[in-house]
């Protein structure tokens, strides 16, 4: 009987501040990095996945999810994939480890890495994408990936398998149509705000060209600035294209509405974590004052309890999911299915390293077995980095084209991680020298 034999974590960093690729309000200068994990087997299986950071701390990221080895080596690979709602269920109740932030922040985060690669590895030896591992499901097979505790006051295990029934009819249309067509694409690619204004306008051309039909802009370090970088947007793409903000966290309550109303006359499509994403009140008092611009956040929510909070509050008008901050894919659908119940679309964040390669899979299962539609839905997308995975995803005409390879995407490139493995691979010595 094969059994898991190691768990081995990379450090591999990206030197993207070099060019400001990431840059915003409050991350002014990133380091794309992942912690990647390769689960091996006795039998020279791989399951892969990654935690994604922005430098710094990448170090402490790869050392929990190490922390956790205990809970897979030495088991029967088949029993673990058989259910592997109960193995995520397991590390989650690691006491030791829960006291360090009960299902939250890098701990939480380790823990999806683990998930998701038991993932990647069932999805090589089914042959299949994750998207339609899961899509192929049956709804109680889904909902026994959920942990429902506190969610029920919100979410009850009757109503999500009630939302997924109700979804069943026409599963196979809406494949095949996502096969077809793709899953609407926005880019932020444009919008760091790193970027000189000829950058920007020159970005802001290209992404119309390639069929996008919204962009995101960074904001919130300097009004002016950001009014300025409005203004050149709307010259290079018309009144009517859609355009998103991002403040990544910049502001207080007050700041926020004031700034949004600065903004307000450029027609923002909606301010994302315009404060703390961990303060649901904030959003909700910022929302109902600066409506009928929307609002988003999720990318730094750690739980599917703070996103329960900020539906029951009526504190987002979009939430944002995203593959690596949560405990993996169970919680991610723990996520979309409260996005259901509560009728409000959901938008993933991406970009990074992996992100968008990982998050597709979300976003199309979400259409395909939860909410059977794409209307106001778009997956962020960020032209960096991904020719460093073995299936870097496919863009065409603003749409993102179904993943056809086996697995969860995160598999990366050995020579990638080799020459960017922090501190000792080629491309940091060179920096350093």
């Known amino acids: 009987m094969p059994t898991f034999t190691s768990l081995d974590v990379t450090d591999v960093r990206f030197p993207t501040s070099q060019s400001l690729d990431g840059s915003d309000a409050m991350n002014k200068d990133p380091d794309y990095s992942a912690a990647y994990l390769e689960l091996t087997t006795s039998e020279g299986e791989t399951g892969t996945s990654l935690v994604f950071t922005i430098g710094r701390g990448n170090d402490v990221q790869s050392e929990a999810i190490r922390a956790l080895s205990h809970h897979v080596l030495g088991r029967g690979v088949d029993e673990v ?26 701990m939480q985060m380790a823990i999806g890495a ?3 690669a038991l993932w990647d590895l069932r999805c090589m030896r089914e042959g299949r994408p994750l998207w339609r591992v899961l899509a192929d499901l049956t709804p109680e097979q889904l909902v026994d990936l959920v942990d429902f505790r506190y969610l029920e006051d919100a979410l009850t295990r009757a109503e999500a398998l009630e939302i997924l029934e109700a979804a069943r009819p026409g599963r196979d249309r809406r494949i095949a149509e996502l096969e077809a067509e793709g899953y609407p694409a926005y880019t932020t690619t444009p919008g760091w705000l790193g970027y000189s204004d000829e950058k920007l306008e020159r970005l802001l051309r290209e992404a119309r060209d390639a069929g996008f039909d919204m962009v995101k802009l960074k904001v919130g370090a300097d009004l002016e600035d950001d009014l300025r970088r409005f203004a050149i947007t709307r010259r290079v793409l018309g009144e009517d294209f859609l355009v998103a903000t991002d403040a990544n966290q910049r502001w207080g309550v007050e ?5 949004v109303g600065a903004l307000s006359a450029a027609r923002p499509y909606w301010i994302e974590e315009p404060t703390s994403p961990d303060d649901v009140l904030a959003h909700a008092e910022i929302r109902r004052r600066i409506a009928p611009v929307r609002v988003a956040t999720g990318e730094h929510v750690h739980n599917r309890i703070m996103f329960k909070q900020l539906l029951q509050a009526g504190a987002v008008d979009v939430v944002q999911i995203d593959a690596t901050r949560v405990g993996g894919i169970h919680e991610n659908l723990a996520i979309l299915l409260l996005a259901a119940k509560f009728g409000v679309p959901v938008c993933p964040h991406a970009g990074g390293v992996g992100l968008c390669e990982m998050v597709q899979h ?6 395909v077995a939860i909410t059977g539609t794409m209307e106001d839905r778009r997956i962020e997308y960020v032209d960096h ?19 056809q390879q086996p697995g969860i995407g995160a598999r990366m490139l050995p020579a990638s991680i080799q020459s960017h493995r922090f501190p000792d691979g080629p491309v940091w010595k060179e920096l350093a020298s």
């Open 81 to 106: 994939l058989a259910d592997i709602g109960a193995a995520g269920a397991a590390m989650i109740a690691d006491s030791q480890l829960r006291w360090l932030g009960p299902e939250k922040g890098v």
């Open 114 to 116: 683990v998930v998701n």
């Open 255 to 259: 700041d926020a509405v004031a700034a």
């Open 362 to 367: 979300l976003a199309m299962l979400d259409f």
């Open 385 to 403: 980095l991904h020719e460093h995975f073995v299936e870097p995803v496919r863009i065409q005409g603003g749409r993102y084209l179904a993943p």
